[in-house]
């Protein structure tokens, strides 16, 4: 649509507030009907009538727009293909079968056909796009369509029950909620001691009891058949008794002890006991968070009780900061990589049935994401304030700042050698100065209030050696584990290329450490000089490659590497001071403003991801297959860049 027709557009107030009675009054009825009314039990049990009536509601308020307005008969075009596009891929997959596609044991046979469906329409964008040497927004709607369809099946039941109060991840809950709770008398290593302990204290009671109290004590399911829990002190795995025997160590009143007994009991009837469950709960390994996360969890879960409808809040506590993730994208990135994003996020294997129940479980990805969008726009001290938050909680998004220190550090460098200190400061650029500030500030003020968590000054050193312990032995208490730690365990073998280092965690880890430096310092050498001729949004989001050769992350952590989707985003904001050419560098991923090589390459490959992953038969395999592919990736990527700074030199020096 040109912009002519957008400037002459001018809609009255009474016709939108018309059209969106009308889509309000669509959207309830037909929602209400699909719920009472529809065959299949789905439709009851689900988001499913959600969607499809607020797709309904939308598409009868753009229909009444569109009778007076050409830039509504656009938008209308648009969610006709985007939602058409959805109701197709829903159908498709739900009403063609008499398996429940919206649990997640069948995941795996509606995720390779999304996955691959977004990979077709991604490279057909690029490819066509390129010849017509245009934007076309068929593609964009397409891969929303995509996106929303994928985004329901992955969270239609899930995300049902826990707004209906129905679903809690006990294990992640248990964890955040009781141990950020409890923190001042725990720290990082009480907690199942605790719920033990306090077991133990509820399995005394019920001998006292009798009668009617005996009965209703007899129905609160507890932890009596667990035998064996890890001591989080020295990482072991021990017997329920000693494990109690431990509690001795962390002081704790009568009252609060009670207290943690009735949270735990509360619960324990979101899990059972078979595994996954309690007793694989209770041989993980403990609360983790940094003392920033902790002061925030040590407020709300203290503040909040586990009762419904309180309970709610922590249940559903990550369902704002969704939206307010998705929308900042739009507003940032453009429909396009958004929706790109979202199926991949919503598709990849390391999210399965996660993003609802639990208690601020994805905010270090909202974090990671939004600095993202705001640095795009150029909300330069926004996006620093943004990063901050992953950065002190979960600390490995702190590694994104690597390439504006390195661009500052070298612009200061150069500085000083002509002007002096001046000089030095003069010529770090204004963005990189705001962004860096402000992400330093920010950091020291949680750094500072991080120190009332009930532990005073031993907060951080208490976090520093919990997380030590707790890297060390990453890398082998679990085979659905990304980074180059991870990775340097694959041994093939002649009849297994997935096969994996033989012998205890020790043995383990020793034998993979000549492979893991190596690898870590190839990357690392590929990498940091390709950052320099980056524009910044490029290098924020390569960084992802420095992360994964530096530490070991739980596969849902690995959700961040969607960032990489932004090598496909649009240059410098509007009006921006500086040299778009120069911003760019050489090798930029854009060409008058469509997806470039890079941009597309990124994307194909983590889609491939999605829709290659259930081909391998287990979890050591497939997940060594997603870490070979992610660093072969960045590799390509890195390389890919130093081979244009190459030609560009050689074509300068040449002229």
Not at 129 to 142: G, M, S
Not at 376 to 382: C, E, H, L, T, V
Request: charged residues 20%.
């Amino acid at each position: 649509m040109s912009e002519s027709i957008a400037r002459a557009d001018s809609t009255p107030r009474s016709r939108l507030a018309a059209a969106c009675l009308l889509g309000v009054v669509v959207a309830i009825g037909l929602g209400w009907g699909l719920s009472e009314f529809a065959a299949k039990p789905w439709h009851r049990g689900s988001l499913v009538p959600i969607v499809v009536s607020g797709m309904a509601g939308i598409l009868a308020a753009f229909g009444l727009l569109a009778t007076k307005s050409a830039l509504w008969r656009h938008r209308l075009a648009f969610v006709g293909l985007a939602f058409g596009t959805t109701m197709a891929c829903l159908l498709g997959v739900i009403e063609t079968t008499d398996r429940d596609m919206l649990f997640r044991k069948n995941f795996e046979r509606w995720i390779p056909w999304f996955a691959g469906g977004g990979l077709v329409v991604w490279t057909a964008a690029y490819l066509v796009e390129r010849v017509a040497k245009r934007r076309i927004w068929q593609f964009t709607a397409l891969l929303a369509g995509i996106a929303l369809a994928t985004v329901t099946l992955q969270n239609g039941t899930y995300l049902y029950k826990s707004l209906a109060g129905e679903r809690v991840r006990a294990w992640n809950v248990y964890h955040y909620y009781v141990g950020s709770k409890y923190f001042g008398e725990l720290s990082y290593t009480g907690l199942y001691a605790a719920t033990l302990a306090a077991d133990e204290a509820w399995q005394d009671k019920k001998k006292t009891l009798e009668g009617k109290k005996l009965k209703r004590a007899k129905k609160v399911k507890d932890f009596s058949s667990i035998d064996r829990s890890r001591d989080m002190r020295d990482y072991q795995l021990k017997p329920r008794a000693d494990i109690i025997a431990g509690f001795a160590d962390y002081p704790m009143s009568e009252k609060r002890f009670k207290e943690l007994g009735r949270d735990t009991r509360f619960l324990r009837k979101y899990m059972g006991l078979k595994s996954p469950g309690w007793k694989d709960a209770m041989k993980d390994l403990g609360y983790n968070p940094a003392p920033p996360w902790t002061l925030f969890g040590t407020t709300v879960a203290n503040l909040v009780p586990t009762k419904w409808p309180y309970f709610w809040l922590v249940a559903n506590s990550d369902v704002p900061l969704y939206f307010a993730c998705f929308f900042l994208l739009w507003w940032g990135l453009g429909l396009r990589v958004t929706s790109a994003m979202a199926i991949w996020i919503c598709s990849i294997q390391f999210n399965e049935a996660r993003f609802t129940g639990g208690m601020w479980q994805y905010d270090w990805m909202v974090s990671t994401l939004v600095t993202a969008a705001f640095y795009r726009r150029g909300w330069y001290k926004s996006a620093g304030v943004a990063l901050t938050w992953g950065a002190m909680t979960r600390v490995f998004p702190g590694f994104l700042i690597l390439p504006f220190v390195l661009k500052a550090g070298w612009d200061a460098f150069g500085g000083l050698r002509t002007g002096g200190l001046r000089g030095a400061h003069g010529a770090i650029k204004t963005r990189h100065w705001n962004f860096l500030l402000a992400f330093t500030m920010a950091c020291g003020l949680l750094f500072v209030a991080s120190h009332f968590t009930g532990r005073g000054l031993q907060t951080w050193p208490e976090w520093v050696d919990k997380i030590g312990r707790h890297s060390d032995t990453h890398a082998v208490t679990s085979n659905q584990r990304v980074g180059v730690g991870r990775l340097a365990l694959n041994k093939p073998t002649a009849t297994n290329p997935w096969a994996e280092i033989r012998g205890n965690r020790s043995q383990k880890l020793r034998e993979a450490k000549p492979r893991k430096r190596a690898l870590q310092l190839f990357g690392l050498l590929l990498l940091i000089p390709a950052l320099f001729r980056r524009r910044d949004l490029d290098a924020f989001a390569l960084t992802a490659f420095a992360v994964f050769c530096a530490v070991v992350l739980s596969r849902y952590y690995a959700s961040t590497w969607a960032v990489l989707f932004a090598l496909g985003a649009a240059g410098l904001p509007r009006g921006s001071v500086d040299d778009p050419d120069a911003e760019a560098g050489v090798g930029s991923t854009q060409v008058g403003g469509l997806i470039g090589f890079a941009g597309w390459f990124a994307g194909a490959v983590l889609l491939l991801m999605s829709a290659s992953f259930f081909v391998f038969k287990g979890n050591t395999a497939r997940y060594f297959y997603v870490n070979w592919l992610f660093y072969g990736m960045c590799a390509s990527l890195c390389i890919g860049y130093l081979v244009s700074d190459l030609r560009h030199l050689l074509k300068k020096r040449a002229a």
